[in-house]
């Protein structure tokens, strides 16, 4: 069993930045492959950015090249979501997940444990 828990989300002005964090409790963090996701308001739950359980491998949603940077340290059990240049339409309850599958991916199906999630909201 993994838990997992978010924070750094808050209300920030467009052109802003956060970073959120993900802190994993229990076993084997360090064997899971991390992603980050999101959900906007009437929207489905969308891939942001996955990384490897090494930290070697890393894959974006097209929407947030650039812009967006994952990372871990599995001596803190924790990953991260780096944030650069919010917009509007970035707001979104974020969400970090953990997967068991040796492979990055993007679908929500493939995650074992999500968090409860962290809200981010981008004034204009």
């Known amino acids: 069993q993994v838990q997992l828990v978010e924070s750094g989300g808050g209300l920030v002005q467009a052109g802003g930045s956060l970073r959120l964090s993900c802190v994993a409790s229990?076993?084997?963090?360090?064997?899971?492959?991390m992603g980050w996701f999101r959900q906007a308001p009437g929207k489905e739950r969308e891939f942001v950015a996955v990384m490897s359980w090494s930290g070697s491998s890393t894959y974006y949603a097209d929407s947030v090249k650039g812009r967006f940077t994952i990372s871990r340290d599995n001596g803190k059990n924790t990953v991260y979501l780096q944030i650069l240049s919010l917009k509007p339409e970035d707001t979104a309850v974020y969400y970090c997940a953990a997967a068991s599958s040796p492979f990055l991916t993007v679908l929500t199906s493939a995650y074992d444990y999500w968090g409860q999630g962290t809200q981010v909201t981008v004034s204009s």
């Open positions: 229990g076993r084997s963090f360090s064997s899971y492959v």
